[in-house]
């Protein structure tokens, strides 16, 4: 047994997977959902509230659609579509914390929150300052967790939090075989198109070469055909084998 936010005794846990109310969360979320939500390049949009349309932060919570981000009071999705699809104690915002899976579900969907933050690397500026609703503004400290931390304290990658996903982490190479791994693979994909290019340019190189040694032999031949250039100077009468004129 267990009790609420409240204090209220709520029973004992409570799940009925798959029970819940089709019209609002006819499925759970699909990846290709999450990369479009990942891919919205504003954390948030006016009026901060569940009606905000193209803000990450009110599509991944799950009250819009995450198919064009545009905000849908009656569904529940990407987050909120987990809560839902339990259809017990997780579908009570009171006492959701209470199941085991709550902690499982939120871990998940602050990695999808890492994978914004790694691909927008946003300024904590982005957060928004004032306007938004109680307990969501930049400098609003977060209850009821001790030590106090403020929301835009979390607005960083969990790096410098102290944690990692390992899903998310990026492995150095252990060898260099490891290394070339990928530009291998892409060379197996198109290794055809590689040996084609190699056979193309080296029949250019010799046609070239073979264009260029004809037009040099060609230069040659005119050159010894040619008749050789008099000398009129040589051929002078007058001429002596010394500079001296005669006495």
Same mark, same amino acid.
């Given at each position: 047994?267990?009790?609420?936010?409240?204090?209220?005794?709520?029973?004992?846990?409570?799940?009925? #997977?798959?029970?819940?109310?089709?019209?609002?969360?006819? !499925?759970?979320?699909?990846?290709?959902?999450?990369?479009?939500?990942?891919?919205?390049?504003?954390?948030?949009?006016?009026?901060?509230?569940?009606?905000? $349309?193209?803000?990450?932060? $009110?599509?991944?919570?799950?009250?819009?659609?995450?198919?064009?981000?545009i905000a849908n009071r009656s569904m529940s999705t990407?987050? $909120?579509?987990?809560?839902?699809f339990m259809n017990g104690s997780m579908s009570s915002?009171?006492?959701?914390? $209470?199941?085991?899976?709550?902690?499982?579900?939120?871990?998940?969907?602050?990695?999808?929150?890492?994978?914004?933050?790694?691909?927008? @690397?946003?300024?904590?500026?982005?957060? #928004?300052?004032?306007?938004?609703?109680?307990?969501?503004? !930049?400098?609003?400290?977060?209850?009821?967790?001790?030590?106090?931390?403020?929301?835009?304290?979390?607005?960083? @990658?969990?790096? +410098?939090?102290?944690?990692?996903? +390992?899903?998310?982490?990026? @492995?150095? #190479?252990?060898?260099?075989?490891?290394?070339?791994?990928?530009?291998?693979?892409?060379?197996?994909?198109?290794? @055809?198109?590689?040996?084609?290019?190699?056979?193309?340019?080296?029949?250019?190189?010799?046609?070239?070469?073979?264009?260029?040694?004809?037009?040099?032999?060609?230069?040659?031949?005119?050159?010894?055909?040619?008749?050789?250039?008099?000398?009129?100077?040589?051929?002078?009468?007058?001429?002596?084998?010394?500079?001296?004129?005669?006495?």
């Open positions: 047994r267990s009790s609420d936010l409240y204090g209220t005794e709520e029973g004992p846990l409570i799940r009925n #997977p798959g029970g819940h109310d089709k019209g609002r969360t006819p !499925r759970l979320p699909t990846s290709a959902e999450v990369e479009f939500c990942v891919s919205l390049t504003q954390y948030e949009t006016e009026p901060m509230d569940r009606s905000a $349309n193209m803000s990450f932060r $009110n599509t991944l919570e799950g009250f819009a659609d995450p198919r064009t981000g990407l987050h $909120n579509a987990l809560h839902v915002v009171q006492g959701s914390a $209470n199941d085991p899976i709550f902690v499982i579900h939120h871990a998940f969907v602050d990695s999808i929150y890492e994978q914004w933050l790694r691909r927008h @690397q946003p300024l904590v500026e982005v957060y #928004p300052e004032a306007s938004a609703p109680i307990g969501h503004n !930049r400098g609003y400290f977060m209850v009821p967790f001790i030590p106090a931390y403020t929301n835009g304290e979390f607005f960083v @990658q969990s790096a +410098e939090l102290g944690y990692e996903y +390992e899903y998310l982490a990026e @492995q150095a #190479p252990s060898s260099f075989k490891d290394l070339l791994a990928p530009y291998l693979e892409q060379a197996r994909e198109i290794w @055809q198109w590689l040996v084609s290019a190699a056979l193309i340019g080296g029949l250019l190189t010799a046609i070239f070469g073979c264009i260029l040694a004809l037009a040099c032999r060609k230069t040659r031949k005119r050159r010894r055909t040619q008749p050789e250039e008099r000398q009129p100077l040589l051929e002078a009468e007058d001429y002596r084998s010394t500079y001296q004129t005669q006495m």
